[in-house]
T-cell receptor
Framework: NAGVTQTPKFQVLKTGQSMTLQCAQD?????MSWYRQDPGMGLRLIHY???????DQGEVPNGYNVSRSTTEDFPLRLLSAAPSQTSVYFC?????????????FGPGTRLTVL | GQQVMQIPQYQHVQEGEDFTTYCNSS?????IQWYKQRPGGHPVFLIQ?????EVKKQKRLTFQFGEAKKNSSLHITATQTTDVGTYFC??????????FGTGTRLQVFP
């Protein structure tokens, strides 16, 4: 199993450009989420999905869109990049068994917006 | 809104010293999880605690969930350089979401 994969690893954008961060998992987890991590800060939830076709907003959803057409893939779209979106983006999928939950994180995408 | 705070924010220790990070929630949690993130890496799940007063050990790491289920701690005995990283607690937020604490960054000097 590859676990959670993210592409690209690094990206530089100009203000106003759009792009899609890719995330895929091969563990058949229903629950997936996107976080951003700013220097010296914790992880803030952007969007999440509890299954194919179902998405919802987290703490900081503005400026981002998501869709979940398959269980495996959960792309994050930046509509019009701004310098405030410079961050490291992590995708995660969650293994759930009853009350047990364990999040598996991808390696991250380091995004710089100029 | 719900908040999860961790203290200290940052700690230096000499190798061999003990280390503790504390996690405090503004609301009662059904469970709490702990993650470790090495410098430049991604968070990795360590453990989940569910029961009030629960204590779990993983080698030199001891995790505790408070009786009121609003706080938790992670204690590392005799730190090693391999313990370097940021430790995060995380608790459920609403039905489906997870909220992460602010993290404690541990630096270990040989």
């Amino acid at each position: 199993n590859a676990g959670v994969t993210q592409t690209p690893k690094f990206q530089v954008l100009k203000t106003g450009q759009s792009m899609t961060l890719q995330c895929a998992q091969d563990m058949n987890h229903e629950y997936m989420s996107w976080y951003r991590q700013d220097p010296g800060m914790g992880l803030r939830l952007i969007h999440y999905s509890v299954g194919a076709g179902i998405t919802d907003q987290g703490e900081v959803p503005n400026g981002y869109n998501v869709s979940r057409s398959t269980t495996e893939d959960f792309p994050l779209r930046l509509l019009s990049a701004a310098p405030s979106q410079t961050s490291v983006y992590f995708c995660a999928s969650t293994k759930t068994q009853g009350t047990y939950n364990e999040q598996f994180f991808g390696p991250g995408t380091r995004l710089t917006v100029l | 809104g719900q908040q999860v705070m961790q203290i200290p924010q940052y700690q230096h220790v000499q190798e061999g010293e003990d280390f503790t990070t504390y996690c405090n929630s503004s609301t009662t949690l059904s469970n709490i999880q702990w993650y470790k993130q090495r410098p430049g890496g991604h968070p990795v799940f360590l453990i989940q605690l569910v029961k009030s007063g629960e204590v779990k050990k993983q080698k030199r790491l001891t995790f505790q969930f408070g009786e009121a289920k609003k706080n938790s701690s992670l204690h590392i005995t005799a730190t090693q350089t391999t313990d370097v990283g940021t430790y995060f607690c995380a608790g459920p937020w609403g039905t489906d979401k997870l909220i992460f604490g602010t993290g404690t960054r541990l630096q270990v000097f040989p």
